[in-house]
């Protein structure tokens, strides 16, 4: 089988919240060939781990299901599926909207997709209400950046 993309991965594990470090450490293990910088690293976990919750408290309700991650890098992109089968979202707009949430009651505060968004370059949501919910992001890592970046810290070190 030959790839259209330059690696890829996937993952699929059960929908517990002991999970979550699992899943955003090994993405971020995986996002790590493309030289990203510390910081889009962090943005990168920090988006997994919100898309991966959603499953786990919205998607499956913490009753048992499987949440599947499929990670692929294309030249400097990394693009993250994070899908469930689980009750999926009745009205995706308001979903994506900051502070919505259904479950205020349980100290949620409605921003895991503002959060997404703002880490991530591209969101898509898509979700059928019984059938379950994929959210496919990607991050283009910015590696000329990241060049000047390497030579700033040589620089310092040698200064
Ligand atoms: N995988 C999913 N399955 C079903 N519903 C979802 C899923 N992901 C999100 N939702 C719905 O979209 C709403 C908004 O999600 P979002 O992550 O922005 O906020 P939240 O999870 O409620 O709060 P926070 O992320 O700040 O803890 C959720 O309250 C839930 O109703
Ligand atoms: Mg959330």
Redesign the pocket.
């Known amino acids: 089988m030959k790839s259209r993309y330059d690696n890829e991965m996937e993952l699929d594990f059960l929908s517990k919240s002991n999970n979550e470090a699992f899943a955003r450490i090994t993405v971020a293990a995986f996002a790590a060939q493309l030289d990203p910088t510390i910081e889009e690293l962090a943005d990168i976990k920090t988006a997994v781990s919100?898309a991966v919750?959603?499953?786990i408290?919205?998607?499956y309700e913490n009753t048992e299901g499987l949440v599947k991650i499929k990670a692929t890098l294309l030249n400097n992109v990394v693009q993250i599926e994070i899908s469930?089968n689980?009750?999926?979202?009745e009205d995706i707009e308001l979903?994506r909207k900051p502070l919505?949430?259904?479950?205020g009651n349980l100290e949620?505060?409605?921003?895991?997709?503002?959060i997404m968004e703002s880490f991530m370059d591209e969101v898509e949501i898509h979700?059928v209400v019984g059938i379950g919910?994929k959210i496919i992001m990607k991050k283009k890592i910015n590696k000329e950046n990241n060049k000047e970046e390497i030579e700033e810290e040589k620089n310092a070190l040698i200064d």
């Open positions: 919100e919750t959603n499953s408290i919205h998607g469930d689980g009750k999926g979202i979903a919505y949430t259904s479950k949620r505060s409605g921003m895991g997709f503002t979700s919910t």
